[in-house]
């Protein structure tokens, strides 16, 4: 088995990855920044970074760290850059230095796209300094031996204090708060655990380069809520159908279909993504 590192490996995905890597009989080390994991370090600086793997010495770099506000991006763009693409120029650089053998994970985002979906790889939409910034990371992991995944992702969270997109409609759902839910943004996630599936399966098989990775299909944010609060058998009075383009206080500029066509993913793995009905009835059984 591969020595892997996990870096971001203290966030929202990084807590449901690694534990299936470690199920799955990996080693991994985790690498956290200010949450306590098994080496800290501040990935923005090449001197810690490099510090940090030549302590790991890894085979695979599954790369996690990120800065996903994207509110916080847009008005700290210097943020941005410093955590979505310092760390890949820094850990690539170190993949380049250390001359070992070495193969990289690059998780990206669906907003990289918009405009009528679904969407193929080649074609690029950037709308706002999040999604510039995951594009300027997919160029720098681009120059080593890497997959890039483009995705999305839902589910419960097993990190303290870091609330997923269902766990916020959840609490919501089950509070009886209104929410507005938007039937004019579209997308494609795939269930949290479907993701690191996914994720398990392409450090065996190591498919190079970009690749979209979602569910079949997709739907709606509101219709998304609506299928949720069924599977989770909770009342739906309090969901508002609403439109995001009549929303004038939403401060950034946001994609509204990010829905992926993610056939080179499933080609070059040989398998078949699920759709996106089947990971909410999936995903809900963890709410129960
Ligand atoms: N969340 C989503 O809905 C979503 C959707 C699509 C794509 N993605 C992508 O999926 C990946 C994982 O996202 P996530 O939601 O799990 O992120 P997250 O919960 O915000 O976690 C970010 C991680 O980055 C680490 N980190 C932050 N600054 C760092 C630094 N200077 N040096 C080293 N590590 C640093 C954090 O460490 P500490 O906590 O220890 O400080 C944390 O482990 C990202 O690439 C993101 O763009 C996320």
Not at 106 to 132: C, F, K, W
Request: glycine letters at 8%; aromatic letters at 8%; charged letters at 20%.
């Amino acid at each position: 088995m591969a020595k892997i590192l996990v870096t971001g490996a203290t966030g929202l995905l990084g807590s449901s990855l690694v534990p299936l890597l470690q199920e799955r009989g990996h080693h991994v080390l985790r690498l956290g920044h200010t949450h306590a994991a098994d080496l800290n370090a501040n990935l923005a600086s090449f001197v810690q970074t490099s510090f940090a793997l030549d302590q790991a010495r890894p085979e695979v770099i599954i790369n996690l760290t990120a800065l996903t506000n994207v509110d916080r991006c847009e008005s700290h763009p210097h943020e941005a850059y410093l955590l979505n693409v310092k760390p890949v120029e820094n850990l690539c650089a170190w993949m380049r230095v250390s001359g070992r053998p070495c193969y990289l994970i690059q998780i990206s985002s669906d907003q990289v796209y918009d405009g009528a979906g679904p969407h193929e790889e080649s074609i690029l939409t950037i709308r706002n300094y999040y999604a510039m910034s995951k594009l300027a990371g997919e160029f720098a992991a681009g120059a080593v031996p890497s997959s890039i995944f483009r995705t999305n992702f839902f589910g419960r969270s097993l990190r303290e204090g870091r609330a997923s997109f269902t766990d916020w409609l959840h609490g919501a759902l089950r509070g009886q708060t209104p929410i507005n839910v938007f039937e004019d943004v579209m997308f494609s996630p795939l269930g949290i655990g479907t993701l690191c599936n996914c994720i398990e399966r392409a450090i065996v098989k190591q498919p190079l380069g970009v690749f979209n990775l979602g569910s079949r299909d997709g739907m709606s944010k509101a219709d998304f809520a609506f299928a949720f609060a069924h599977a989770t058998k909770l009342p739906t009075t309090n969901l508002m159908r609403g439109k995001a383009s009549k929303v004038a206080t939403l401060a950034v500029r946001r994609p509204t279909d990010m829905r992926m066509q993610c056939e080179r993913f499933e080609s070059r793995m040989g398998l078949k993504l699920p759709r996106l009905i089947d990971e909410i009835q999936m995903v809900a059984h963890d709410y129960a």
